[in-house]
C-alpha cells in the first residue's frame, strides 16, 4: 500500500466512481423508493402499540447476550470508525449482520488515512455509493478463512467477485499488500484487522 | 324412548335457539384490523395450547394465532430429535419403560398469590399418568415425573395458587400398584378391587423441582378436572368426578345412570398437615422421575420406590363430597374463590357452589349421606344458584376481570357469557364446531387479564380447504371488551387442542434463554473448542467428539470405524449467537436426525450396517455456506486394520487409538 503512488489511486479510484455513477445513481433512487414505502407503511394494530416495529435490520437486533458480530465489533473499536462509517454509507451494515459466515478483512483508521483525503470524501458521496460499495464488497469473503486453514499463495473470492491473494510467511499473514495485524474472532465470521485498504484489481 | 330424548333434544335447542349457522362467516367488518399484528410486531399475549393425542404443547401469539413453536413435552419430536438423543430419552423413561408418545390435555401455568408469574407451565400425560414441567425462558420440558396407583391421569396438572402443589386425579380408577396389593384381579370385581388416587405434586419454590408429596385414596370414581381454590378458599382443591355409578363397562349408558355425580373438595392444607405429622402410610411402588440438567445438557432419570398414601375415610376431614348434577366435567373456580362452578356434561342448568356455605355446611355437618364412608354435603345448603338453561353439554368455563363467567357448551356449539353474582345468561355466540375447552388470558387465576375469549374447537367440517379424512382442528378469538362477544378470528392448531391458557407477553418474553453459554457446557462429551474434537474407542462403542460452527464440522473426516461398532456423534455447537441452532444428519442414520442449540451438545447414536464412505451434514441452514456444512465416516469391514483417525481441513490430527 505505502509502495502506491497516491495518484494512481486517485485516478484509479475516480475511474470507478465515474463508471458507476449511472448506476449508482439509479440504486440511490431506487433505495429512496423503498425506504418511502417502508415509512408510509406504519404500523397499525392497538394490541401491538407497546411494542415498536422492527423496521430496521438483522443489526437493529437488541441482543446483549450473544457473542457480538463484526458488525458490532468494529462499531466497538476506536480504530475503526472510518470503516464503520463507510459500511453505513454503503447500506452494508444489515448485510454483515447477518448469518454470514463472513472473513473481514478491517482496515484501522490510520489504513483509511493512507487514502487520499478528498478521494475518500468522494467515496462518501451518495452519488459514488456502488463504488463504495465495490471496495468494501473487496473486504469481505463469505466463508471462515483461518489463518491454519491458509496456504501461502492461496487466492480467496471476495464478496464483489474479485480475488485477494494470501500471503502466509510462517505466522506472519498478508492479504494483498496489507499486514494482518490482529485476528477477532466474531459471532458470524472473524475479522483480520488489516494496515490497508485493499484496492480491486483494474478489470 | 330413544325418539323422545331426540324429540326433547331438539325442542330444547330451538327454545334457546343457538344452533350456529352452518359455515357462515360472522365476523363483522372490523375484525381484521383488530388481529392484524403487522409485521414485525409482537403479539399481545402467549397461548399455551395442549396438543392433546400430539402429547406436545403449542405456542401462539394472540390476537394474531400464528403459531410459534411445538415444544415436545411427552412424545418423541422429529423436529429437534427430543426422545431420539442420547441426552433425552431419559425425558421418557417411565416405569413401564421408554413411552415415546402419550396424550397432553391440561397446561398449567405457574402462579404467585395467584397471579401468572411467568417461570413455568406444567402439562398433563394422561395415558401413562405424568407431570410434566416445562421451563418458559427456555421453552423446554425440563422435568417429568410419573405418577404411581394412577390411571389416566386427566384432572391433572392444576395448581394451587402459590404453584405449592400441581395435582393429580386419577380418571381410571384400577387397582393399585404398591407391593403387597393384588392387581391381578377379575375386573367384575371393581367395587372391592379398584381404587382412585389423588396425588399432590409438590413444587420447590426456587428450583421447581417436582415430588410426589402424598396421595389420596378415594373411591373408585373416574376423577375428571379440577381447579385450586383462592383468596379465602386457598387451602382447598375441587375435583369433578363422574361414575360415581362404579361402572366398569359401558361407561357411556351406565355411567349416566345417576342424577348427581360429585364434585370433590379437598382440603389440601389438612391432608399437608397428615402427611407432615405421619398419619399416612408408605407404600412400595415404581415411578420415574426425569429431571433435564441445563449444565450438563442430560438426563438424569430415575426410579423412585416410596409414595405416601393418606385415607381421608379414617382422616375425616380432608375429603367432602358435594352433589353436582350429571357427570360433571369442568370444575372451576371464580377469581374471587368464593365460586365452584360444575358443568355437568348431561345437565341442563350450571351449579354454581359458595365456598362460605360450604364451609358452614361442614362445620355444621350438614350432610346427607355418606358415600363410601366419605361425608356427602346437601346440595341445597352449598349452592349459590343455578344458571337455568344455559345451553346444551356445558363443559368448561373461564372468567373475566368484570365478574362474568364464559361457558363453553359442547352440544350447541357455543360460549355463553354469564354473570357469576346475578347467574343471568348476558349473552351467546356459536362457535365452529363443536367447541371443547376455551380461554380468557388468565382465565383461572385471581387475575384474569380479560379481553379475548378463544374457542378450542373439535370439528371444523367446512371451516377450512378439505385436507382428506382429517382436517385441521382449529381455535376461534372472540372479542370480550364489549357486552356482546365478538368473532374475530379462526386459526388452525396442532394436535388436539384440549385446555390453553393465554399470558401477557411481558411476563415472559424478556426471559427468553438466547444462548448457552459454552463455558457453563458439562456436556462430558462436550467439545467445547475444535481443539477438544477428537475421536476415540472404547471396545466397540466409537465416540466421536464434535464440534459444529458456521459452517464446518471437526473433525469432517473419520476413518477406522467397522462393522460392529456403535457410534456416538456427540455434537457440540459452538456458536454463541442467537437463533444459531446447527442440525446433524447421516446417511442411513436408523434412529434420528437432531438440532443442537447454541452452546449445546446432543448425541445421537449410530450401528452401521454396511461398508461405505457416508456422509453427514447439518440439516439447518445455519448460513450462507450451509450446504459445504459436511463431512464423511467410512466404514470397514468387522476386523478391518484401518487406524482410527480424524481430521478436519489441511491438518491431520493423529489417532488417539
Not at chain 1, 492461496?154 to 485477494?164: D, H, R, S
Not at chain 2, 330424548?5 to 344452533?19: D, F, P, S
Not at chain 2, 379424512?469 to 372472540?478: F, I, K, M, R, V
Not at chain 2, 455434537?571 to 454463541?576: A, I, R, S
Request: proline share 6%; with cysteine.
Amino acid at each position: 500500500m505505502s509502495q502506491l503512488n497516491n495518484n494512481i489511486i486517485t485516478n484509479y479510484l475516480n475511474s470507478l466512481v465515474m463508471k458507476n455513477v449511472l448506476y449508482s445513481l439509479i440504486c440511490v433512487s431506487l433505495v429512496w423508493l423503498a425506504s418511502s414505502c417502508g415509512s408510509s407503511e406504519t404500523k397499525s394494530g392497538e394490541a401491538t402499540a407497546e411494542t415498536a416495529a422492527n423496521t430496521g435490520g438483522q443489526e437493529a437486533v437488541i441482543d446483549d447476550v450473544s457473542q457480538k458480530d463484526v458488525v458490532k465489533i468494529a462499531v466497538g473499536s476506536a480504530d475503526h470508525t472510518t470503516l464503520v462509517a463507510a459500511l453505513k454509507q454503503a447500506q452494508y451494515v444489515d448485510d454483515i449482520s447477518n448469518a454470514g459466515p463472513f472473513t473481514v478483512f478491517a482496515p484501522t483508521n490510520d489504513a483509511f488515512a493512507k487514502v487520499p483525503k478528498e478521494t475518500l470524501d468522494d467515496l462518501m458521496k451518495d452519488e459514488n455509493r456502488a463504488a463504495l460499495q465495490n471496495i468494501l464488497e473487496y473486504h469481505v469473503a463469505v466463508g471462515v478463512y483461518r489463518q491454519e486453514y491458509l496456504n501461502d499463495g492461496q487466492t480467496v473470492g471476495m464478496a464483489n467477485g474479485q480475488n485477494v491473494t494470501i500471503h502466509l510467511n510462517g505466522d506472519k499473514l498478508m492479504v494483498n499488500e496489507a499486514n494482518v495485524i490482529a485476528t477477532i474472532p466474531a459471532s458470524n465470521g472473524l475479522i483480520y484487522v488489516v494496515d490497508g485498504v485493499l484496492l480491486p484489481p483494474a478489470k | 324412548m330413544k325418539n323422545l330424548i331426540i324429540l326433547l333434544l331438539l325442542a330444547l335447542v330451538t327454545t334457546i335457539g343457538c344452533k350456529p349457522k352452518s359455515g357462515v362467516s360472522v365476523a363483522t367488518g372490523d375484525a381484521a384490523s383488530k388481529v392484524y399484528v403487522a409485521p414485525g410486531t409482537y403479539d399481545e399475549f402467549y397461548n399455551v395450547v395442549s396438543g392433546g393425542f400430539s402429547g406436545q404443547m403449542a405456542i401462539y401469539g394472540i390476537p394474531s394465532g400464528r403459531l410459534f413453536r411445538e415444544i415436545p413435552v411427552f412424545s418423541a419430536d422429529p423436529e429437534t430429535g427430543w426422545g431420539y438423543t442420547e441426552e433425552t430419552k431419559g425425558m421418557l423413561m417411565t416405569s413401564h419403560g421408554f413411552v415415546p408418545w402419550d396424550d397432553l390435555h391440561h397446561p398449567a401455568l405457574s402462579t404467585t398469590k395467584g397471579i401468572h408469574d411467568g417461570r413455568w407451565a406444567f402439562g398433563n400425560a394422561n395415558n401413562t399418568p405424568r407431570i410434566a414441567r416445562i421451563d418458559m425462558k427456555t421453552f423446554k420440558t425440563v422435568e417429568i415425573i410419573e405418577l404411581p396407583n394412577s390411571s389416566g391421569n386427566h384432572s391433572s396438572p392444576f395448581i394451587t395458587e402459590n404453584t405449592e402443589y400441581t395435582v393429580a386425579g386419577t380418571r381410571f380408577s384400577s387397582p393399585p400398584d404398591y407391593q403387597g396389593s393384588n392387581p391381578d384381579v377379575s375386573i367384575n370385581t371393581y367395587k372391592e378391587n379398584f381404587k382412585g388416587y389423588i396425588s399432590f405434586v409438590s413444587v420447590e419454590k426456587e428450583s421447581g423441582k417436582m415430588d410426589v408429596a402424598f396421595q389420596l385414596q378415594i373411591p373408585p370414581l373416574n376423577t375428571d378436572l379440577a381447579r385450586a381454590g383462592k383468596g379465602p378458599s386457598h387451602d382447598w382443591f375441587f375435583f369433578s368426578c363422574y361414575n360415581s355409578e362404579q361402572a366398569f363397562t359401558l361407561l357411556e349408558v351406565n355411567a349416566s345412570q345417576k342424577d348427581k355425580d360429585f364434585i370433590l373438595a379437598v382440603n389440601w392444607k389438612k391432608a399437608e398437615e397428615y402427611a407432615k405429622s405421619g398419619k399416612g402410610e408408605m407404600k412400595n411402588v415404581k415411578y420415574a422421575h426425569n429431571y433435564y440438567d441445563e449444565s450438563t445438557h442430560n438426563t438424569i432419570s430415575e426410579i423412585k420406590e416410596q409414595v405416601l398414601v393418606l385415607d381421608p375415610k379414617e382422616l375425616k376431614d380432608v375429603l367432602y363430597l358435594i352433589p353436582c348434577p350429571k357427570s360433571p366435567h369442568g370444575c372451576d373456580v371464580d377469581p374471587t374463590g368464593q365460586f365452584i362452578v360444575g358443568s355437568g356434561k348431561l345437565a341442563a342448568l350450571i351449579p354454581v357452589f359458595s365456598f362460605d356455605k360450604i364451609q358452614k355446611a361442614i362445620a355444621a355437618k350438614d350432610f346427607e349421606a355418606e358415600y363410601d364412608g366419605i361425608p356427602v354435603l346437601k346440595y341445597e345448603s352449598v349452592l349459590h344458584g343455578e344458571v337455568q338453561k344455559p345451553g346444551l353439554g356445558p363443559l368448561h368455563t373461564e372468567f373475566d376481570d368484570k365478574g362474568n363467567a364464559y361457558t363453553s357448551f359442547f352440544v350447541s356449539s357455543e360460549i355463553v357469557k354469564w354473570n357469576v353474582q346475578s347467574l343471568q345468561v348476558l349473552d351467546r355466540v356459536p362457535t365452529y364446531y363443536s367447541i371443547g375447552h376455551l380461554c380468557v388470558p388468565g382465565g383461572p387465576t385471581a387475575k384474569p387479564w380479560g379481553k379475548y375469549v378463544i374457542a378450542y374447537n373439535k370439528i371444523t367440517k367446512d371451516r377450512y380447504l378439505p385436507t382428506g379424512p382429517e382436517l385441521t382442528q382449529s381455535a376461534q378469538l372472540y372479542s370480550i371488551e364489549g357486552d356482546k362477544m365478538e368473532l374475530l378470528l379462526d386459526f388452525p392448531t396442532t394436535g388436539e387442542p384440549h385446555y390453553a391458557e393465554a399470558i401477557p407477553a411481558d411476563l415472559v418474553q424478556g426471559n427468553s434463554v438466547k444462548i448457552f453459554k459454552i463455558e457453563e457446557n458439562n456436556h462430558p462429551y462436550a467439545a467445547k473448542g475444535e481443539k477438544e474434537a477428537k475421536v476415540f474407542r472404547e471396545g466397540n462403542k466409537v465416540h466421536v467428539v464434535m464440534s459444529s460452527i458456521r459452517s464446518h464440522f471437526v473433525p469432517d473426516n473419520i476413518e477406522g470405524v467397522k462393522i460392529g461398532d456403535e457410534v456416538y456423534f456427540h455434537v457440540t455447537n459452538l456458536e454463541q449467537d442467537w437463533d444459531v441452532p446447527h442440525g446433524f444428519a447421516v446417511k442411513g442414520a436408523d434412529n434420528a436426525e437432531m438440532l443442537i442449540m447454541p452452546g449445546e451438545t446432543a448425541t445421537i447414536k449410530w450401528v452401521p450396517n454396511r461398508v461405505g464412505v457416508f456422509p453427514f451434514y447439518c440439516t439447518d441452514f445455519c448460513s450462507a455456506l450451509h450446504q459445504e456444512m459436511q463431512g464423511y465416516i467410512r466404514i470397514s469391514p468387522a476386523g478391518s486394520n484401518i487406524p482410527l483417525t480424524f481430521s478436519t481441513g489441511k491438518v491431520a490430527v493423529e489417532s488417539t487409538k
